[in-house]
């Protein structure tokens, strides 16, 4: 088969999703063209509400994007500079460069070798008189082992803030059957609606979940320049806002994220099927307690040059990426927390060793056919 007979692979196609819905979302940014409430407008209160209901949690409050949400969460949350956050070593930076810009110290805790997640038996060594919080990256669409993390956030009065950005609609099972959505089990949640995140806006933009009316409070305050009434400042707060635009595409797509999380899962499963046992390639391990919504699908690879692997796929026309290459303790803006190479080794290794696969809800059966061929006729 020839490139040529199938459709340009992607590692995300955002324009084939939006030609399905696209009478839908022309019409919705129409309408906020037309009205011109472009700040504030009704879909934005719309939005949040129907988001609220999906993750089913008491307030939710829209942002600007992620990596607002997280800093303004930690605002919310009262930590002072000085305070430790314990984080995953492995994960986006978001979250660490929001702390550090507070002033908090991001404490790292190695992640678990198979999920990929922070590994919850190495938190509680961690855990000292100035820690206020544990801060799980759900990453790659999968939940962290979030019934050790409450436990000992229970068991430490530390807050928990989670952050979703990559697994919107991801589902916790605890051991005694209660089942909560990714973002709304810590005291706050956070979210992106980065364009590739699963459910993306045509910009930037994100969202904050809590179950506890202070915080949502607080965390509406600080979003709006720390005011509650018009000009009346009671905090130092900042300006972040999803704007109306946005959110009439994501009342769009909310409706049809289920399916796209169905979508995703078929692609992993297909993939699955084809390099589960491989002697060179360790396809996602599913945890039991959460469901996985594919936001990346990721292959740990094994005794495989990484480089030559992803050119040779590059030269057939098949894209990869690598989420992530560099551990957050080994960058160069971190460097002042005094760690060192070898301190987390199960992350260093990951960051060598791992590749992410197109995924994404339009991929059609002929390209994926396609992909999976091109990585079988490499180990040839
Ligand atoms: C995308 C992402 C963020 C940040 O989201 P933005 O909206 O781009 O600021 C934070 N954390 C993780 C894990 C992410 O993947």
């Known amino acids: 088969m020839k490139t040529a007979e199938i459709k340009k692979i992607q590692m995300v196609d955002l324009r084939s999703q939006y030609e399905k819905i696209k009478p839908e979302i022309d019409a919705a940014m129409q309408e906020v063209i037309d009205q011109s409430a472009f700040i504030n407008g009704s879909q934005v209160r719309h939005f949040a509400e129907?988001?609220?209901?999906?993750?089913?949690?008491?307030?939710?409050?829209?942002?600007?994007?992620?990596?607002?949400?997280?800093?303004?969460?930690?605002?919310?949350?009262?930590?002072?500079?000085?305070?430790?956050?314990?984080?995953?070593?492995f994960?986006?930076?978001?979250?660490?460069?929001?702390?550090?810009?507070?002033?908090?110290?991001?404490?790292?805790?190695?992640?678990?070798?198979?999920?990929?997640?922070?590994?919850?038996?190495?938190?509680?060594e961690k855990i000292s008189s100035k820690t206020v919080c544990i801060l799980p990256v759900h990453l790659y669409g999968q939940c962290a082992d979030m019934e050790t993390i409450m436990k000992l956030a229970k068991k430490h009065q530390l807050s928990v803030l989670e952050d979703a950005a990559q697994s919107i609609g991801a589902e916790y099972v605890f051991d005694d059957g209660k089942r909560m959505q990714s973002g709304t089990i810590g005291d706050i949640g956070v979210t992106s609606f980065f364009p590739s995140k699963n459910l993306g806006c045509f910009g930037d933009g994100g969202a904050m979940m809590t179950n506890n009316p202070d915080l949502a409070e607080r965390i509406r305050m600080i979003a709006t320049h720390g005011q509650k009434r018009k000009y009346i400042h009671d905090a130092i707060g900042v300006n972040s806002r999803l704007d109306t635009l946005q959110a009439s595409v994501l009342r769009i797509k909310l409706k049809y994220l289920n399916g796209y999380i169905d979508a995703r899962n078929q692609?992993?499963?297909?993939?699955?099927?084809?390099?589960?046992?491989?002697?060179?390639?360790?396809?996602?391990?599913?945890?039991?307690?959460?469901?996985?919504?594919?936001?990346?699908?990721?292959?740990?690879?094994?005794?495989?040059?990484?480089?030559?692997?992803?050119?040779?796929?590059?030269?057939?026309?098949?894209?990869?990426?690598?989420y992530y290459p560099m551990p957050v303790h080994l960058q160069e803006a971190y460097k002042f927390l005094g760690y060192k190479k070898g301190d987390f080794p199960i992350a260093e290794a990951l960051c060598q060793e791992v590749i992410s696969l197109p995924m994404h809800t339009e991929i059609e059966d002929d390209q994926q056919a396609y992909i999976i061929k091109s990585i079988n006729s490499f180990f040839e």
């Open 50 to 89: 129907e988001l609220r209901e999906y993750l089913d949690c008491k307030h939710l409050v829209t942002c600007g994007n992620g990596t607002d949400g997280l800093q303004i969460a930690m605002m919310a949350l009262g930590f002072k500079p000085g305070d430790e956050v314990i984080v995953p070593a």
């Open 91 to 124: 994960t986006y930076i978001a979250a660490v460069e929001a702390l550090a810009l507070l002033g908090l110290k991001p404490v790292f805790v190695d992640v678990d070798p198979d999920t990929f997640q922070i590994d919850a038996t190495q938190i509680e």
């Open 267 to 322: 692609v992993a499963a297909n993939y699955d099927a084809a390099f589960k046992n491989h002697p060179h390639l360790q396809i996602p391990v599913r945890m039991s307690q959460s469901s996985h919504v594919f936001h990346q699908y990721t292959l740990r690879l094994k005794e495989v040059e990484r480089e030559s692997f992803s050119k040779y796929l590059a030269e057939k026309g098949v894209p990869t990426m690598v």
